[in-house]
C-alpha cells in the first residue's frame, strides 16, 4: 500500500504535508538511499519526502571518501544479484550521461587465482551483467605476450571483465551536490539512537555503516570490523584492474590507481597504515607488476569494512523518546562488507520502497531470513566510535 500525503487543511486550503524523512549516514549507502528515494518518487509520481541527512564526522574522515568502487559481487545469493543488477544500471546510466564528473568510470581487467572453483563463483556471482566476461587462455596467463610475471610451474587461473568503478573520492560528492540541488539538507550532528529523531520525522533510515547495528540497538553483535588498507599511487600507464586472490589488486581510477589490501576480520588496530602494511602490500603486488617498485605513493589509508554475514534492510516501527511516545518508522540499510559500491545503489531501490511504501514484488522469494536480534556491544565499537 502507498503511503499517501498527509492532507492539512490550512485556512481553509488543502494543502499536502510531505513526507519527514531522517537518513543517518553520509556515506555511499545514505547518499544512494536519498537518491534512491528520490528517483522512486520521480517514477512513481507521487510527492517527494523532505529528506534531511544526519552525520557527526566530515566527509574526509569517512570510510566511503577513500574507496575505488570496482563492480565486483563478493557473494553470489539472489538478493546480492538482484541488489548488484540495479546498482550497474544506475551506474551504466550515470557513466552515459556524465561519464567522469560523475566519478564512474568504466574499466576492465583481470583477476587471477590458483582456485578455479573461486574464479567460477564470480561468474555465477556476476559474469552475466557485466561486459566481455571470460576466462584468460594459457598463452595470456603464461605466454611470452603475457601481462602478468608468473611462473610457467603455477596452477593460476584468470578471468577478464569490463565494468565501472566508483571513486567515492569524486563519486559521493556528487551525489551530495544533486541531492543538495533537489532540496535534500545536510547536519553535522552526532546521532546518539534513531529514537531521538523519531519526534521530528516520520521514517528513519539507518545507513551508519559500520555502527549501523550499534545504532539499531539490536544488531550490535552482528557486526564485524574488517580492516583494510589502500595506498594511491602515480601510474598513469596502468589502465586495467588487476586481482590476485582478492586481496592483492589494483584498481585504476580517473587521474591515480589504488593499490591494496589487506582483509583482517575483526581487527580494530592500528588505525594507521604501518610501514609493515605498505611492505606487504607492495611486496606482494610487485610479483605480478614489477612496475611497481617505482610507483610514486601519494597517500594510504586505513578503514573498516562493515562486516555483516548479510545485508540488513529492514523496516521496523518504533516509539520516539519523547512524552507522547510516538510512532515512527525505521529502515534499516548497512552491513555491506567490502561490496557498498557495488550493491549501495540496489540495496538504496529496496530501502526506498520500505520508506515509501511501494510495493516489494520483485524481492519476494529471495529475501533471506533475518539474522537472530545480538545487541552486545564488543570492544572494538569504543576504540573505533571516534
Request: net charge neutral; with cysteine; proline share 4%.
Amino acid at each position: 500500500m502507498v503511503r499517501l500525503p498527509l492532507l492539512l487543511l490550512l485556512g481553509g486550503i488543502l494543502a499536502v504535508s510531505s513526507l519527514r524523512v531522517a537518513i543517518v549516514g553520509e556515506g555511499v549507502i545514505g547518499l544512494s538511499t536519498a537518491t534512491a528515494i528520490l528517483d522512486l518518487t520521480e517514477k512513481e509520481n507521487i510527492t517527494a519526502p523532505d529528506i534531511q541527512i544526519f552525520h557527526h564526522k566530515p566527509f574526509e574522515k569517512i570510510l566511503s571518501r577513500h574507496i575505488a568502487g570496482l563492480f565486483r559481487i563478493d557473494s553470489g545469493s539472489e538478493i546480492n544479484k538482484k541488489y548488484g543488477y540495479d546498482t550497474f544500471e544506475k551506474l551504466a546510466t550515470l557513466w552515459r550521461e556524465y561519464g567522469g564528473l560523475s566519478g564512474v568510470q568504466l574499466v576492465s581487467g583481470h583477476i587471477l587465482s590458483d582456485s578455479k572453483a573461486k574464479l567460477d563463483s564470480q561468474r555465477v556471482s556476476y559474469g552475466n551483467l557485466v561486459y566481455n566476461y571470460r576466462d584468460l587462455t594459457e598463452t595470456e596467463l603464461f605466454g611470452p605476450t603475457s601481462l602478468f610475471d608468473l611462473p610457467r610451474n603455477t596452477t593460476t587461473h584468470g578471468i577478464h571483465y569490463t565494468a565501472y568503478t566508483s571513486e567515492g573520492l569524486r563519486f559521493c560528492p556528487f551525489l551530495k551536490k544533486e541531492l543538495m540541488a533537489k532540496g535534500v539538507r545536510f547536519t553535522q550532528r552526532r546521532i546518539e539512537s534513531l529514537e531521538e529523531l523519531g519526534s521530528e520525522f516520520d521514517v528513519v533510515v539507518n545507513a551508519a555503516g559500520l555502527f549501523g547495528g550499534v545504532l539499531a540497538g539490536d544488531d550490535a553483535g552482528n557486526m564485524t570490523p574488517v580492516r583494510g588498507v589502500l595506498i594511491r599511487v602515480d601510474a598513469p600507464w596502468h589502465k586495467h584492474f588487476l586481482y590476485r586472490d582478492f586481496s592483492t589488486i589494483t584498481i585504476p581510477v580517473i587521474d591515480s590507481v589504488y593499490m591494496g589490501t589487506v582483509k583482517q576480520e575483526g581487527a580494530y588496530g592500528p588505525n594507521n597504515v604501518t610501514f609493515d602494511d605498505i611492505q606487504d602490500v607492495t611486496s606482494r603486488y610487485v610479483q605480478l607488476q614489477p612496475s611497481f617498485k617505482r610507483v610514486h605513493m601519494l597517500s594510504s589509508f586505513v578503514g573498516y569494512r562493515p562486516g555483516r554475514k548479510q545485508v540488513r534492510v529492514e523496516k521496523q516501527v518504533r516509539e520516539a523518546y519523547d512524552k507522547r511516545a510516538r510512532k515512527f518508522t525505521v529502515v534499516h540499510n548497512y552491513g555491506h562488507g567490502g561490496n557498498g559500491f557495488t550493491l549501495g545503489y540496489g540495496s538504496a531501490l529496496h530501502a526506498a520502497r520500505l520508506v515509501l511504501d511501494l510495493p516489494l514484488d520483485e524481492y519476494e522469494g529471495i529475501l533471506p531470513e533475518p539474522l537472530p536480534t545480538n545487541s552486545t556491544v564488543a570492544d572494538w565499537v569504543h576504540v573505533l566510535d571516534d
